[in-house]
């Protein structure tokens, strides 16, 4: 049985797109489908409502949250960790229940990783949730172009949090509410600002501003709601892990 050839004409060489695809889970398509999110909204909404994405313009916009979010994860040795601003913060949410066990770094370590592998999938639940509830979208939306359209808007906001996690390090926890404070209005600036001018579509200005408001509040809303239950399973699953159940009780 012979090899096959490179030279029959029917096999393509991978490039560099392949590689990066490879590497990192998404190729050049991909980045360009970040750029237009963050450049050219409304040319991404409009291919949003097409079948192919334009003729495979783009990458699916969900595809790219996704990957966005698989990244966020991965940084989590930056911002959760237990000498960061999130893992102070647990520390002091801890230490309220009196019992020093639970403030030590391994029970910290535990209670990080539980919350980092729960907060993606709540968050994803809670965004498609969101997606298919949202009606700003006009005529002719159904269910996979609002899904579509949604993560489309949101992308840029969630590149605003993969920055602003970056800076937990060097963010004590008596400014961790300050800080979330200025990450949540950047986010949904970046929402608002997506949403807004991708939205050309509507010829009304003050249509497209209202619209874009009511996405930003509702995406706020879907990352403070997934940050809450994703704490609350952490907590839960903490207890039977650990049998902390009689002494969170008693505290």
């Known amino acids: 049985?012979?090899?096959?050839?490179?030279?029959?004409?029917?096999?393509?060489?991978?490039?560099?797109?392949?590689?990066?695809?490879?590497?990192?889970?998404?190729?050049?398509?991909?980045?360009?489908?970040?750029?237009?999110?963050?450049?050219?909204?409304?040319?991404?909404?409009?291919?949003?409502?097409?079948?192919?994405?334009?003729?495979?313009?783009?990458s699916p916009t969900l595809r790219v949250w996704l990957f966005l979010i698989a990244i966020l994860m991965f940084l989590q040795f930056i911002w959760a960790n237990p000498d960061s601003a999130t893992g102070q913060q647990m520390t002091s949410a801890f230490a309220a229940y009196g019992d020093p066990r639970l403030t030590t770094k391994e029970i910290i370590e535990l209670a990080l990783q539980r919350y980092v592998f729960v907060y993606p999938v709540i968050l994803m639940l809670f965004s498609m949730m969101a997606a298919l509830l949202l009606r700003i979208w006009g005529s002719g939306a159904t269910n996979v172009v609002r899904i579509r359209l949604y993560f489309a808007a949101i992308i840029p906001g969630l590149l605003v949090t993969l920055w602003t996690s970056s800076l937990t390090l060097f963010i004590s926890v008596d400014d961790f509410v300050i800080y979330l404070s200025l990450a949540s209005a950047a986010v949904f600036f970046a929402d608002f600002l997506t949403a807004r001018r991708g939205l050309a579509a509507f010829n009304n200005v003050g249509s497209r501003t209202w619209?874009?408001?009511?996405?930003?509040?509702?995406?706020?809303?879907?990352?403070?709601?997934?940050?809450?239950?994703?704490?609350?399973?952490?907590?839960l699953w903490l207890e039977k892990d650990l049998g902390l159940g009689a002494i969170l009780n008693a505290a």
């Open 1 to 58: 049985m012979s090899d096959p050839s490179p030279d029959n004409g029917k096999i393509n060489a991978p490039g560099w797109s392949e590689l990066i695809e490879d590497a990192f889970g998404i190729n050049l398509l991909g980045l360009q489908t970040l750029w237009a999110a963050l450049a050219a909204p409304a040319h991404l909404f409009a291919a949003a409502r097409t079948v192919d994405w334009e003729d495979h313009q783009y």
């Open 211 to 235: 619209r874009a408001i009511f996405l930003a509040i509702i995406n706020l809303i879907v990352y403070m709601m997934a940050s809450t239950v994703a704490a609350i399973i952490m907590m």
